[in-house]
């Protein structure tokens, strides 16, 4: 078993890597809740379905986020009505919104709800959410606390982060069949190329997973999201810098110490300092291709 903790759009680029290498039934991908809010009365969980769409073949990589062949005449008929329209829901992707809120509601959990999605959309591996219990990242920012989809979606990142919380993530359980997962000693525990602060360190503040993590037993490998000092995409080089920590590879290794026993990162950038072995590959995904090679170098580490 693979297990791979990830955010939205990078992380699900390896994930989509690593289905294309592994059997189905060895590889589960943990993803990150913390981005998940409420609204317009419905339930949204972003990197989730950003990794069902990626997995699924459904993702609309000319916007990197939602489903491909959308239309778009809710947001359409809401503007129109003087609704609020920031977040942008296509038609396709609203069902399955509105479904996994009437099912919430019902009383099923989110892990329930997300494995039947998945097995309907014809996905292999295993996607869980962190927890089932809701964990809620905040931006604190010089105008006070945001949440986060109003800082990253709506005011598009610009807001200075000042500080960062993870609410309800002191009294979160972890998904069980994670903590089952790591139990059964993994053959490699792989935290993908996602922003550390907003899509990572979020599961990571799940009590329990980062001893669970450390004490497995099994090679834990991050793979960089940052290249030559910048992200590929999304706030990650400016969010260091804002913590007065210079953007690097090596930065990166450092928000997970202790965890890691490999780091993947591309052949010319730095490594002093990073405390794990260090595993040299390139780490950009443009293509299908590229994606299988990076989950075989790192399975190669693993």
Known sequence: MIVALSGGIGGAKLALGLSHVLPPDELLVVANTGDDFEHLGLSISPD????????????????????????????????????????????????????????????????????????????????????????????????????????????????????????????????????????????????????????????????????????CGAPVIAVSPIIAGQAVKGPTARMFEQAGIAPSAAAVAARYAGLLTHFVMEPEDDATGIAAQVIRAPTLMRSLEDKVALARAVLAAA
Request: aromatic share 8%; with cysteine.
């Open 48 to 215: 989730i379905d950003t990794l069902t769409y990626a997995l699924a073949g459904l993702d609309n990589q000319e916007l990197g986020w939602g489903r491909r062949d959308e239309t778009w005449s809710f947001m359409e008929t809401l503007a129109s009505i003087g609704g609020e329209t920031w977040f942008r829901l296509g038609d396709r992707d609203l069902a399955l919104h509105v479904e996994r809120t009437r099912r919430l509601r019902a009383g099923e959990t989110l892990t329930a709800i997300t494995a039947d999605i998945v097995r309907r959309f014809g996905i292999g591996p295993r996607i869980l959410p962190m927890s089932d219990d809701p964990v809620r990242t905040r931006i604190r920012s010089d105008e006070g606390w945001l949440d986060f989809q109003h800082w990253f979606v709506r005011d598009q990142t610009r807001p200075p982060v000042r500080g960062i919380d993870f609410a309800g993530a002191a009294s979160a359980r972890p998904n069980p069949v994670l903590i089952d997962a790591l139990r059964a000693r993994p053959r490699a525990v792989v935290i993908c190329p996602s922003n550390p602060f907003i899509s990572i360190e979020p599961i990571l503040a799940v009590p329990g997973l980062r001893e669970a993590i450390a004490a």
